[in-house]
């Protein structure tokens, strides 16, 4: 019998995985780069296949140190916004529009900083699969863009990518 109920509590772990909400995002460039003017929006997708509660987000900035190892916890600003925003399966929604990237690096004209920024994003959301709003579990979405500001340039860090 126990091994029974085990059996079947992994299969609805399972099928709540399989269908839950799956939370990505990006950095997008509005690109009007012909006015002089560089501006970028913070989109996320739900890919999963139920609706996600986002809940928060947190954007961290700071200059890159050629020579040192990435930490994103060395980032040196920090802008946190809380939300109740649903995202549908497989939609998509702008958390920030319209961001000017060099106010975010004010550390960037120190002559002792590198010449590049890095751009780390942190989506708390829940899935609405199980569980009333307040015993849903929390899940965390995390990417990381490296920022050239002579450039304007962004790249994504993929092997920074965190999913939970």
Not at 126 to 148: K, L, N, Q
């Given at each position: ?5 085990t059996i ?6 399972a ?11 990006e950095i ?23 609706p ?17 190892q ?11 916004r809380?939300?109740?925003v ?5 939609e ?10 060099d106010?975010m ?17 942190t989506v ?15 899940h ?18 993929s ?6």
């Amino acid at each position: 019998m126990r091994r029974q109920t085990t059996i079947l509590r992994n299969n609805v772990s399972a099928l709540i995985a399989s269908e839950r909400a799956w939370i990505d995002g990006e950095i997008v460039s509005k690109n009007l780069a012909l006015l002089g003017v560089y501006r970028y929006s913070l989109k996320i997708k739900n890919l999963g296949k139920t609706p996600a509660q986002v809940r928060s987000y947190q954007i961290n900035t700071g200059p890159l140190l050629e020579g040192n190892q990435f930490d994103r916890t060395r980032l040196s600003h920090q802008k946190t916004r809380s939300l109740h925003v649903f995202v549908g399966s497989e939609e998509d929604t702008t958390l920030e529009e319209d961001m000017d990237m060099d106010p975010m690096f004010p550390d960037m004209n120190d002559a002792n900083s590198g010449t590049t920024g890095a751009f780390c994003v942190t989506v708390k959301y829940a899935d609405i699969v199980t569980g009333t709003p307040e015993e849903r579990s929390e899940h965390e979405t995390s990417f990381i863009y490296v920022y050239t500001p002579l450039l304007h340039s962004l790249e994504r860090l993929s092997r920074y990518n965190k999913y939970t």
